[in-house]
C-alpha cells in the first residue's frame, strides 16, 4: 500500500531564462524560478503518498558556473502552519503519564526539502540558520516563553524527531536534478498523511555555497470530491450527519442479518 | 488495498479493517457482546487516532448489536421496559461521560484514561466470570447441577424502594439500581466506545438476578440506543466519527456475528462465560502491559485545541 504514485500532471515550468539573450558586458544577476501548471492536488480514496514533481530554471545562469557544477538547489514544500502541543510521558508509580508538555505557535505541518547535494555540502549551517532553511533549522515558536531554554531544546528536538518520525518532515539528498544548464526538476515526497491546506513551494539558489534567490508558488492540497464531501459535512451538518452514521449502522446490522442468517 | 479515511486523515488497508470487523463480529456474536471492548483497542494499535477510534467503535456497535437484537426480538427473549428504564439511565451516563472525554482531550490524558478505564473494568469483569465458569464447569463435571438463580434469593439490591415489575425478566426490583446501572454503563460507552454489554450481562444476571436468556437480548437493545446517542454525541460535539472507518467494521463484522452466533449454540453456557472471560482479560492484560512497559516514544504530538 506504499507504493508512491506520482502526479504526472502536476506542473510545468517556466522558461523565461531561455528567452533573455546573455549580454557580454554586465551579466545579469541570476535568478530562479518554479512554476506549478496546477495549484491543487486532490487526496482520492486510493491515497497512499505520492511524489510530487516541480520543473523551474534558473535565469541568466553563468555557463562556465553551471558546467562545474556550483548551482546548488534547494526545493522545500512546506505545509500550512499550525500550533502543536507537545507532551512528553513519565514515570509516575510505575504507570507511564503525559506529564510535561509544550505548545509551540504555527509550526509547518509538513517540510518536504529536495536538494540537488547533502545540505552540508551546499552552504554553511549558519546561512541555513539565516533562511530558516532545514527541518532542524525552523524556528518553533514556544507559546511559553517563560520557559526555560533547555526545556524548549528538548520539546523542539521531540517535535522535529516526531514529524520526521511520521514523514511529514522529509529530505531528498538528490532529489533535484539539473536536465539541462537552466533547466531543473524536484521531487518531493508528499507522505500518506500529507496535511490537506495551502502548502507553499520554495526554490532557493546557491552559487558556490553563496546564497542568491528565491522562488516561491502556492500549491493547495486537498481531499478530493467524495472524501471532502465526508469531511464537510461531517463538520458543517454535525447532527445530520450523526443520524446519518446511525442509520447507516441499522441498515448495516439489518442487511447483514438478511444476507448472512444463520439461525 | 488502501483506503483513505476521510475523518482520521489516513490511509489504511481496506482488508485489515474488514478481517478485523469479522474477527471481532465473529466473538460478538458468539458471546453476544456488541464488541466495542475489542474493535476500540485493535483500532488503536492500528494507529487509529483514540478519539476517532471511540467514537467510531461507538458507532460501529450499533450494527451488531441491532443485528442481534433483532434475532432476540424474533425468539422473545427481549424485555422492552427493562431495556428502557436501563436506556433512561444510559443517556444521562452518556451526557456526563461525553462532557468528561472532552475535558480529558483538552488535558492530553485522554488516552491514559481510557487505557486505566479498559485495564481496571476488563480485569475485573474478566477475573470474576472466569472465577464463576471454572466453579461451574467444576460443579458440572462432578455431577452437581448448575445452580445460577434461585428465584428466592435475595440481596441487598432487592430491599431498596420504588420497586418496578418486569415481567418478560420475571422481576420485581427497584429502579434505582437499574438506572445506575444504565447510567453507569452510558458514561462508559462515551468514554470508551463500548456498548458496555461486557459489563451489563455479568451485572444483569448476577446483581439483578434476570434470567439468562433474557439477558443478552434486553441488554442489545438497550445498547443499540445507548451507542446511538454517543455516536450522535461525539459527531455532534467533537466531529470524530468515521463513517468510512464504520462502515468497513460493520460490514465484516455483521457477517462474522453470524457465524458466532451458530458456533456459539454448539458450546455450553458455562463453557462460553469462561471462553469470554479468558478473552476479556487477555485484551486487559495487553493494555495493561502498554501502561508500564516503557514506551518507545516517550513524546507524542497533538494539535492544540481542536485535535
Known sequence: MKGPGSFAAAIFLSLLAAAVPARAQTPLPEGIQIGLSTDNVSITAGFSGADLTIFGSLENPDPLVARQGRYDVIVVLEGPPKPVVVRRKDRVLGVWINLESETF????????????????????????KQLSLGASNLYMQPADAGESPATIEEFTAALR?????????????????????NLFRATVRLAPNVPVGTHKARAFLFKSGLFIKESSAQLEIRKSGFEQSIFRVAHDYSFLYGVFAISLAMVTGWLGRLVFRKD | MGIYLPIAEISVNVFVLLAMGAAVGFLSGMFGVGGGFLITPLLIFYNIPPAIAVATGANQVIASSFSGALSHMKRGTLDFKLGGVLLAGGIVGSTGGIFVFGFLRRLGQLDLFISLLYVVLLGTVGGLMLVESVNALRATRSGAA????????????????????????????????????????????????????????????????????VVIGTSLFQIIFTSAYTTLVHATTNQTVDVMLAFLLMAGGVAGAQYGAKAGQRLRGEQLRALLALLVLAVAIRLAIDLFVTPPNLYSLSGAGLN
Open chain 1, 161 to 181: 524527531e516526531r514529524k520526521a518520525a511520521a514523514g511529514l518532515y522529509s529530505e531528498n539528498v538528490g532529489g533535484v536534478q539539473f536536465l539541462s544548464q
Open chain 1, 105 to 128: 505557535e504555527n509550526v509547518p505541518v509538513s517540510y518536504s526539502v529536495a536538494t540537488t547535494r547533502p545540505l552540508q555540502d551546499i552552504t554553511e549551517p549558519n546561512s541555513y
Open chain 2, 146 to 213: 448448575p445452580v445460577l438463580k434461585k428465584s428466592g434469593q435475595h440481596n441487598w439490591i432487592h430491599r431498596l424502594p420504588l420497586k418496578m415489575r418486569f415481567r418478560a425478566s420475571k422481576l420485581f426490583v427497584s429502579v434505582i439500581p437499574v438506572l445506575g446501572l444504565g447510567a453507569g454503563i452510558g458514561f462508559l460507552s462515551s468514554i470508551m466506545g463500548v456498548g458496555g454489554g461486557f459489563i451489563m450481562v455479568p451485572a444483569l444476571i448476577y446483581l439483578l438476578k434476570v434470567p439468562t436468556n
